[in-house]
Antibody, heavy 120, light 107 residues
Framework: DVQLQESGPGLVKPSQSLSLTCTVTGYSITSDYAWNWIRQFPGNKLEWMGYISYSGSTSYNPSLKSRISITRDTSKNQFFLQLNSVTTEDTATYYC?????????????WGQGTTLTVSS | DILMTQSPSSMSVSLGDTVSITCHASQGISSNIGWLQQKPGKSFKGLIYHGTNLEDGVPSRFSGSGSGADYSLTISSLESEDFADYYCVQYAQFPLTFGAGTKLELK
């Protein structure tokens, strides 16, 4: 079965960069689909952050474009989120999810989420 | 960006009730909408995709409808496991955007 699992530092100081990892098991991230990062803020608002596709192409939310980078390590079947110059407004639970694309779009697998707090 | 206006924000309902949650998109989205369920402290589960299609394993008491800019999720004969938060998400255009959520609470 396909499983996604996020991991990260839990706490980051303002102005630093955050790095999160999504480890995928049960499916190769180079076979198909788009591999996404989505975050849920306190109060439950959801924001799509971006994806890396199976081919390695990326798409980002313009609201984050100058700060975000999504990369991957195909040998470990992992993809990563880097967000630069974080502020307290980046405090959220971060989820990775697989997106079916092409014709019918939908998120079919989600990770459990990792909570990130930005605080000095 | 496409704005998804979801209502209501919360509902107090009883077991066995039928409930509907709606999402209005700021432009037509041609049924490119999904519905997600989130239980307290948990991740998300997909319920519906492309407006009306049930994801694998989703009970038939869940259904989706709508067209143009207006869509609904209906849950028939509410069961205890259905008390959760529900979100719509539009897939018509990037960036993908979500509704603000609806919380189903036991009356």
């Amino acid at each position: 079965d396909v499983q996604l699992q996020e991991s990260g530092p839990g706490l980051v100081k303002p102005s630093q960069s955050l790095s999160l990892t999504c480890t995928v098991t049960g499916y190769s991230i180079t076979s198909d689909y788009a591999w996404n990062w989505i975050r849920q803020f306190p109060g439950n608002k959801l924001e799509w952050m971006g994806y890396i596709s199976y081919s390695g192409s990326t798409s980002y939310n313009p609201s984050l474009k100058s700060r975000i980078s999504i990369t991957r390590d195909t040998s470990k079947n992992q993809f990563f989120l880097q967000l630069n110059s974080v502020t307290t407004e980046d405090t959220a639970t971060y989820y990775c999810a697989r997106l079916r694309k092409g014709g019918l779009y939908y998120f079919d697998y989600w990770g459990q989420g990792t909570t990130l707090t930005v605080s000095s | 960006d496409i704005l998804m206006t979801q209502s209501p924000s919360s509902m107090s309902v009883s077991l066995g009730d039928t409930v509907s949650i709606t999402c209005h998109a700021s432009q037509g989205i041609s049924s490119n909408i999904g519905w997600l369920q989130q239980k307290p402290g948990k991740s998300f589960k997909g319920l519906i995709y492309h407006g009306t299609n049930l994801e694998d394993g989703v009970p038939s008491r869940f259904s989706g409808s709508g067209s143009g800019a207006d869509y609904s999720l209906t849950i028939s004969s509410l069961e205890s496991e259905d008390f959760a938060d529900y979100y719509c998400v539009q897939y018509a255009q990037f960036p993908l955007t979500f509704g603000a959520g609806t919380k189903l609470e036991l009356k």
